[in-house]
């Protein structure tokens, strides 16, 4: 081939066509693309901006918040290891005048029945939470991935009872426990417990998140609902599970108002109507009465403690291996 065969390129044009070599193209192959941190992609932030000052600024108001969220806590604290005496003394209100003592832990250790009201707090709170949780997700997943009758108007009713105070249904509970001849039992206080329609609302938008191809390709191998329910889907939803357990056993750890007017015998009393009793019986005692705050609030922070984990995940996931 001869110079006058090779294509020449005009200076006020585009270059002409040529095949491009296999390198060439291996080259053009490997080009990395924009990264999420990349000029194209820009980061973004939680804080109130990019900047120092705004993340200093946020930094300080959450500091605040969390103090002022914590000073409650750190002055029961204070007040259960004082002595009457200077619990009482507002002068002193920092550091008590007489040193810090254990006298308010070992009263109400000495004139109630702890052992025996964190025993009872801990079975009711536990077939609770079993319960309610097993029924607010089948429940939810009844809602999510079946279709039958009045679904819609079933669901907008679950919601609706939302809205309702369960202090309104004191009365009914209450008459139906003695109809059935059920008060002064575990299950008088442990039913009426179980219903939790928000936990079902929960439970139906999770499930609602959850892609349909696993459940067809369950049914391709021949599930059916229950094997879909129990093999598929609550895998998936452990964190989800382990928020709402928390939240249920701590609502049932702290509930009063039923569990005083479902029993009157002092072996079936929990750790708040116990912890009450001691108080009225005894008047009013500051140091007494932190002591008894602090005791009956640390099984839930230990609780707490273990699971959060459960919470955060739960918001962050989306049921698929954790991404």
């Known amino acids: ?19 491009h070599t296999g390198r060439a193209s291996a080259v053009r192959r490997r080009v990395p693309r924009p990264g999420p941190h990349s000029r194209h992609h820009p980061r973004t932030h939680l804080t109130l901006g990019a900047g120092r000052t705004s993340r200093v600024l946020a930094l300080a108001a959450l500091t605040v918040m969390a103090l002022v969220w914590l000073l409650p806590m750190a002055w029961a604290l204070l007040t259960a290891f004082k002595s009457e005496r200077d619990a009482s003394d507002p002068l002193h209100w920092l550091l008590p005048a007489h040193g810090f003592t254990l006298q308010g832990f070992s009263a109400v250790w000495e004139r109630g029945d702890l052992p025996l009201w964190m025993l009872n707090s801990l079975l009711i709170s536990a077939a609770v939470t079993v319960i309610t949780v097993l029924v607010s997700a089948m429940a939810g997943y009844a809602f999510s991935r079946t279709l039958f009758a009045g679904r819609r108007w079933l669901f907008a009713l679950t919601v609706a009872a939302v809205l309702v105070p369960p202090q309104i249904l ?33 439970l139906k938008k999770h499930f609602d998140s959850l892609p349909h191809e696993l459940e067809e390709a369950a049914r391709i191998d021949g599930a059916g609902h229950w094997r879909i329910f129990w093999s598929v889907l609550l895998p998936l939803s452990r964190p989800m599970l382990a928020a709402v357990s928390i939240f249920v056993f701590i609502g049932a750890w702290n509930n009063f108002l039923w569990p005083f007017i479902s029993t009157s015998d002092p072996a079936l009393m929990t750790l708040p109507v116990g912890i009450t009793s001691v108080k009225d019986a005894y008047g009013i005692q500051y140091a007494q009465s932190m002591a008894s705050a602090v005791l009956a609030a640390l099984p839930l922070v230990v609780v707490f403690m273990f699971f959060q984990r459960h919470i955060v995940k739960s918001v962050a996931t989306t049921g698929l291996g954790g991404q």
């Open 1 to 19: 081939m001869t110079s006058t065969d090779l294509p020449v390129r005009d200076a006020s044009g585009p270059a002409p066509h040529t095949p």
């Open 170 to 202: 004191i009365v009914p509970w209450f008459q139906q426990m003695l109809s059935l001849g059920l008060l002064d039992t575990y299950a008088a206080v442990i039913l009426p417990q179980t219903v939790a329609p928000v936990m079902v609302f929960i």
